[in-house]
């Protein structure tokens, strides 16, 4: 097996995103752009997306980042329009989309275009979050489109699943199809409510944290393989595990979630860059034996599908944003009145993604001997869709956004807040610290005691400091001019740690010790200036 294709694919998505994130166009955007300038490189291998590698080893591991970062509390906070998106939205995308392909393009059945429809109903809001992250959007909306997007992908599986059984005459009804769904749905919950207890008590009681890390990668795979087996949903499993695990990381030994931080950061990137240039990278894989729909039917067929997608969304958003309201009193009370401002956002960010390929891709060649009608189109207007959202919809959200003046983040007040929890905090530790101290057993020397009550000043102090006026030669906040100050001092013992190595007044190991001790130091101190 040759793995120069591979290593060049990581490294160089790796490269690209990372440039990405000094440029104005989000790395996403940039990812597929210069995947799709890439696949007629003379002497690029041709990158065929894997449905078998995409979906049980790529999706479960974005999924479980995804939501170990959500916030449960948030998430529940906001079910109902999650809710309303990411299951009410996908299947009647897939319904009116997949009408709208069967009149569109002839000789395409109704089964194979509800094919199509399932397909390129999910959106993918890994852009649509990066893009609303980088602008500052409310957090309202920024949990919505992250929630849809955590459990979109299972109603848009379960709907192909359907459709497909149609086409390949599996006798599906619309009986059998809502209880497929219900059986997927409440199976890949209970396994995620069956599994999470016990992965949290081991994460909790395992001492080593390189186990901890160990079983921390294998969680998503567990989780989706255990749900599939039984033909449930892996994809609510993973999101139900994380979910949990997430809302009582607290729980877990601290070095392991310095590790699990960073490893889990490290495989989000790789995997996030990865698949948004395999999505640009496809495009002679789809080219190749459109047949009869080439030329300007395929182009205009391309078309009227991205249209039905985009005009879709905001057909379900509008009315799912302010009937509600109107409807219940309780909903008024508890939400307030919808923005249309909001309502036009979250219409406009819903940006197809790998997943839609991944499932197109998925399509049988054949069934009973047959060809599968209109595959190659599906994969074309699949692709198409994708590349559409992403680039025209990527593009054009920020400035949108900027343009419809949002109300962004409040920084100050969440400052504020920060800084009274710290204070509860400091509080409750410097009257645990005196019950500690007035018993012999813990009897410390006075500077001792005096630094645990210094580091507790500083953590207080550091919020507070955050707010205060910039310095007028330099132009650094206190906490910039902190941090940069202990990370001058920390260079200089580090210097003086590797000239006594060079001089074999200390061994290797006596300096790896020693620069993880200033490691930890160093990011501590970034810590209370962030």
């Known amino acids: 097996m040759d793995v120069m294709p591979l290593l060049l694919l990581v490294a160089g998505s790796a490269a690209i995103a990372a440039a990405g994130r000094r440029t104005p166009v989000p790395a996403p955007l940039l990812l597929v752009a210069v995947g799709l300038a890439v696949s ?8 065929a997306l894997d449905p078998h590698v995409v979906l049980p080893l790529i999706l479960p591991p974005l999924l479980h980042t995804a939501a170990t970062d959500s916030s449960y509390l948030d998430l529940r906070a906001q079910l109902r329009p999650v809710a309303l998106l ?66 979109n992908d299972a109603t848009a599986i379960t709907a192909y699943r359907v459709a497909l059984a149609a086409v390949i005459g599996e006798g599906a009804t619309w009986a059998g199809g809502i209880g497929a769904f219900l059986i997927a749905a409440i199976g890949g919950i209970g396994v995620g409510l069956m599994l999470m207890v016990p992965i ?16 921390s990668l294998l969680i998503p795979f567990v989780a989706y393989a255990v749900a599939e087996q039984v033909h449930a949903s892996g994809v609510l499993a993973v999101v139900v595990v994380a979910l949990y695990l997430g809302h009582r ?35 002679p894989v789809v080219l190749r034996g459109l047949g009869e729909y080439e030329g300007l039917d395929a182009a205009w067929y391309a ?26 009193a309780r909903i008024r009370e508890r939400e307030g009145s919808p923005s249309g401002k909001s309502a036009f956002i979250i219409s406009w960010a819903g940006m197809r993604g790998v997943v839609s390929l991944a499932i197109a891709f998925s399509i049988p060649t054949v069934h009973g001997g ?33 343009l419809l003046k949002l109300p962004g983040r409040d920084l100050q007040a969440e400052t504020l807040a920060e800084a009274n929890a710290q204070a509860q905090a400091s509080r409750a530790a410097e009257r645990r610290l005196d019950e500690l101290l007035s018993d012999e057993r813990n009897a410390l020397p006075g500077p001792l005691a005096d630094r645990l009550r ?29 941090r940069r100050l202990a990370g001058e001092m920390i260079s200089a013992e580090r210097e003086v740690f590797v000239k006594l190595r060079n001089g074999r007044y200390i061994d290797d190991e006596m300096l790896r010790t020693l620069l993880r001790r200033l490691d930890l130091e160093e990011a501590a101190a970034y810590r209370e200036a962030t």
């Not at 007629?40 to 990158?47: A, I, K, Q, S, T």
């Not at 995308?93 to 569109?104: E, H, R």
């Not at 889990?264 to 948004?276: C, P």
């Open 454 to 482: 210094a580091v507790l000043e500083r953590r207080r102090n550091a919020v507070w400091e955050r707010l205060g006026q910039p310095n007028p030669i330099t132009g650094e906040t206190a906490d910039d001019t902190y």
């Open 249 to 283: 990381a607290w729980e877990v030994d601290f070095a392991t979630r310095l590790q699990e931080t960073a490893v889990w950061k490290m495989v989000a990137f790789v995997l996030e860059s990865t698949v948004f240039a395999l999505i640009g990278l496809q495009l």
């Open 40 to 47: 007629y490189v003379p002497g690029v291998p041709e990158y």
């Open 86 to 151: 990411s299951v009410g939205y996908v299947l009647f995308a897939t319904c009116a989309v997949g009408w709208a392909a069967y009149l569109i393009v002839p000789g395409l059945p109704l089964t194979a275009a509800l094919v199509l429809g399932a397909v390129v109903a999910p959106p993918d809001a890994v852009a649509a979050t990066a893009i609303a992250r980088r602008v500052g959007l409310p957090s309202r909306i920024t949990t919505i489109l992250q929630g849809e997007s955590l459990v």
């Open 303 to 328: 078309v009227a599908i991205f249209l039905a997608v985009v005009v879709t969304r905001f057909v379900w958003v509008y009315p799912a944003t302010f009937l509600p309201g109107m409807l219940s």
């Open 200 to 215: 949290h008590w081991l994460r909790t009681h395992l001492k080593e944290p390189l186990l901890q890390n160990t079983l």
């Open 370 to 402: 047959e060809p599968f009608p209109g595959r190659n189109l599906i994969l074309f207007l699949t692709f198409t869709t994708v590349i559409g959202t992403l680039v025209i919809q990527g593009l054009t959200l920020p400035p949108l956004i900027r």
